[in-house]
Nanobody, 123 residues
Framework: VQLQAFGGGLVQAGGSLRLSCAAS????????MGWFRQAPGKEREFVAT????????YYGDSVNGRFTISRDNAKNTVSLQMNSLRPEDTAVYYC?????????????????WGQGTLVTVSS
């Protein structure tokens, strides 16, 4: 199984970025997908999750209303649209797959992790 995340970079506060993650060797539609992030010196934090079918999403409090998760089961991809970015959003963002219907907020329930992509938001 491989989860390849891309789209990170440097952006000014208030700007936008779109992360994407391409899955391979995974029966994509049977996994809920999500994004987590980890800032230096901090624990890995839940960002967003989307159900297998894509009809249910859930967000962490710190990103709710600014980030949008979506998936395309035909292309085996999941995306995270990030708007109104803040310096505190700076972190390595990880794509994740969980063998659950609705997804999970717990890193311990993730079955597969991507390699991470760095997002840096300057003030």
């Amino acid at each position: 199984v491989q989860l390849q995340a891309f789209g990170g970079g440097l952006v000014q506060a208030g700007g936008s970025l779109r992360l994407s993650c391409a899955a391979s060797r995974l029966t994509f539609s049977t996994y809920a997908m999500g994004w987590f992030r980890q800032a230096p010196g901090k624990e890995r934090e839940f960002v967003a999750t989307i159900s297998r079918s894509g009809d249910t999403t859930y967000y962490g409090d710190s990103v709710n209303g600014r980030f949008t998760i979506s998936r395309d089961n035909a292309k085996n991809t999941v995306s995270l649209q990030m708007n109104s970015l803040r310096p505190e959003d700076t972190a390595v963002y990880y794509c994740a797959a969980s063998n659950t219907a609705l997804g999970t907020t717990s890193p311990s329930r993730i079955n597969y992790w991507g390699q991470g992509t760095l997002v840096t938001v300057s003030s």
